[in-house]
């Protein structure tokens, strides 16, 4: 079985801001389970100094070169359900109020890039594969290609770059290429990493590691399309033939309604139609709702981003609040969205909620007190709410795109099949058309509604399938191990 070092931005149980750090927390635990030896590194940021510090195992400490100075590198540990999780410290870069969003953020993940890349040599730990997240690690396939390749213990190295999100590139100034990387000026006219006058963390990850993944099959075709690829559509298609499209999972420990704490009432597929009232009740009151068990309650937990389809939903507001319908949005994000929901929330009191926080517990008692719950995203190179609001028999109503097309299969009123409601163009219209199909069988047919909430308790949104998905392609890298 190969040994695998995952690098990554962010990652739970440690810190998140948005699906990544759910698939670092339980894609490398999956692989583990099914033998491979998985190690995890990010950067220790201030949430995880504050909260871990005492329980970290100190490993070493080095030193790598910025803008020509010798910068200091602390590694610390700490294991967790069998995955050894390393943390790159400089207090300076990262122990901030939050991961990114800063000026210096090229120079932050150059730094964390190339100190992640000596510690395998300082700790004397050759994994077979690096498996590189997001734009926070592009770089690492070419900086090892490009400035180790005389040493064959990095040169043994294969890698795998995931994209999770085209939206997110990493492109920052041509200067730091030499100064902050360590990378010769000719890959910008080979254009190698050269985006747009300056470089591409994410372009770099495309070209140089040796298979490319996103996290859906739907997703893989769109973003060799102008529409989805984001100017990068030309390079993904040189790569199209090493591009593996692989659906996420979730963590069905933590998913789990029949063994969640921080439930009203816990339920598994059986006692759903039973125990999920109690749960709305308790939603409800907690939220300051009308309490009403005939209500159909619909949630939308979301970063409250462009990508989200949100612009859709605040048109459809006003035509789908009424008197048997009420509305809970959990997110944080542009403050125009804020504004909408909060603007709803004081039309429609008592029927519509506006949570605008990131609070988990908050997210996992929506989850199972709603009925259905809202995905109508632009675009959605997964998606994991649609697969927990499954697994809490939350019947989805989703846009036809990524992994959102990949994961919830339309109801089909014939057949009395299907996990959710589906809708293909952008279009208000078609989300109203969407929901209100939800809602008329919500109130018309609940014996096939609750059919539906049943067959998606039962839905397989572990990490089963994906796992041997990724386990196939790490033997095809490293055939020998
Ligand atoms: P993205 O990574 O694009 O934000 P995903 O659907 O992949 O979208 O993952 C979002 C994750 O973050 C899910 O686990 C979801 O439950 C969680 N989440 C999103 N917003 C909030 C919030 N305001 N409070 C708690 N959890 C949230
Ligand atoms: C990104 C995507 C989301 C995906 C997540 C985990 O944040 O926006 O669709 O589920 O990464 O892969």
């Known amino acids: 079985m190969a040994s695998i070092l995952m690098v990554a931005g962010e990652g739970l149980p440690f810190i998140k801001?948005?699906?990544?750090?759910?698939?670092?927390?339980?894609?490398?635990?999956?692989?583990?389970?099914?033998?491979?030896?998985?190690?995890?590194?990010?950067?220790?940021?201030?949430?995880?100094?504050?909260?871990?510090?005492?329980e970290l195992h100190f490993d070493c400490e080095y030193s790598v070169s910025i803008n020509y100075h010798e910068v200091p590198v602390r590694v610390f540990s700490k294991v967790v359900d069998n995955v050894c999780f390393f943390f790159i410290q400089h207090q300076g870069y990262f122990e901030r109020d939050s991961l990114y969003?800063?000026?210096?953020?090229?120079?932050?993940f150059g730094y964390f890039q190339k100190a992640v890349i000596e510690m395998l040599n300082q700790l004397n730990y050759w994994p077979n594969i690096i498996h590189c997240h997001d734009w926070h690690t592009g770089m690492i396939p070419c900086m090892v290609k490009e400035t180790h390749d005389a040493d064959p213990r990095y040169r043994a190295i294969?890698?795998?770059?995931?994209?999770?999100?085209?939206?997110?590139?990493?492109?920052?100034?041509?200067?730091?290429?030499?100064?902050?990387?360590?990378?010769?000026?000719?890959?910008?006219?080979n254009g190698n990493v050269r985006f747009d006058g300056g470089i591409s963390f994410m372009k770099s990850g495309i070209l140089y590691a040796d298979k490319v993944t996103t996290v859906s099959p739907t997703y893989a075709?769109?973003?060799?399309?102008?529409?989805?690829?984001?100017?990068?559509?030309?390079?993904?298609?040189?790569?199209?033939?090493?591009?593996?499209?692989?659906?996420?999972?979730?963590?069905?420990?933590?998913?789990?309604?029949?063994?969640?704490?921080?439930?009203?009432?816990?339920?598994?597929a059986e006692s759903a139609i039973k125990n999920k009232k109690a749960n709305k009740k308790a939603l409800q009151e907690s939220?300051?709702?009308?309490?009403?068990?005939?209500?159909?309650?619909?949630?939308?937990?979301?970063?409250?981003?462009?990508?989200?389809?949100?612009?859709?939903?605040?048109?459809?507001?006003?035509?789908?609040?009424?008197?048997?319908?009420?509305?809970?949005?959990?997110?944080?994000?542009?403050?125009?969205?804020?504004?909408?929901?909060?603007?709803?929330?004081?039309?429609?009191?008592?029927?519509f909620c506006a949570y605008i926080a990131y609070n988990e517990n908050v997210a996992h008692n929506i989850y199972a007190g709603c009925d259905a719950l809202l995905?109508?995203?632009?675009?959605?190179?997964?998606?994991?709410?649609?697969?927990?609001?499954?697994?809490?028999?939350?019947?989805?109503?989703?846009?036809?795109?990524?992994?959102?097309?990949?994961?919830?299969?339309?109801?089909?009123?014939?057949?009395?099949?299907?996990?959710?409601?589906?809708?293909?163009?952008?279009?208000?219209?078609?989300?109203?058309?969407?929901?209100?199909?939800?809602?008329?069988?919500?109130?018309?047919?609940?014996?096939?509604?609750?059919?539906?909430?049943?067959?998606?308790?039962?839905?397989?949104?572990?990490?089963?399938?994906?796992?041997k998905q990724y386990k196939d392609m790490y033997v095809e890298l490293t055939p020998r191990y």
Not at 425 to 437: F, P, T
């Open 17 to 54: 801001t948005g699906g990544l750090a759910d698939v670092i927390g339980s894609l490398p635990k999956a692989l583990t389970e099914r033998g491979h030896e998985v190690k995890v590194v990010m950067p220790l940021y201030k949430k995880i100094s504050d909260k871990y510090y005492n």
């Open 101 to 108: 969003g800063y000026q210096d953020d090229g120079e932050r």
């Open 158 to 189: 294969r890698f795998v770059y995931t994209i999770h999100n085209m939206a997110y590139q990493g492109n920052f100034g041509p200067e730091m290429l030499d100064s902050c990387l360590g990378l010769p000026y000719y890959l910008l006219d």
């Open 221 to 268: 075709q769109e973003i060799l399309s102008p529409q989805y690829g984001e100017h990068l559509e030309a390079v993904l298609n040189m790569r199209k033939y090493d591009l593996w499209g692989i659906v996420n999972g979730i963590d069905t420990d933590i998913w789990n309604p029949a063994t969640d704490k921080l439930l009203a009432s816990k339920y598994d």
């Open 287 to 351: 939220l300051g709702l009308d309490v009403d068990e005939h209500k159909m309650v619909i949630g939308l937990i979301s970063r409250l981003t462009n990508q989200k389809g949100l612009d859709l939903v605040n048109d459809v507001i006003p035509g789908i609040m009424d008197e048997h319908t009420q509305v809970v949005v959990l997110g944080t994000g542009d403050s125009q969205y804020e504004n909408t929901f909060r603007y709803y929330e004081n039309k429609y009191k008592g029927n």
């Open 375 to 467: 995905v109508p995203s632009r675009f959605e190179p997964c998606g994991l709410t649609q697969l927990i609001s499954m697994r809490y028999g939350a019947v989805p109503i989703v846009r036809e795109t990524g992994g959102l097309k990949d994961t919830v299969q339309p109801y089909n009123a014939f057949e009395n099949t299907g996990n959710g409601f589906t809708f293909d163009r952008y279009e208000s219209g078609l989300l109203y058309d969407a929901i209100n199909r939800a809602k008329t069988l919500y109130f018309e047919n609940r014996v096939y509604w609750d059919d539906m909430v049943v067959r998606d308790m039962n839905k397989d949104v572990s990490w089963e399938q994906s796992a």
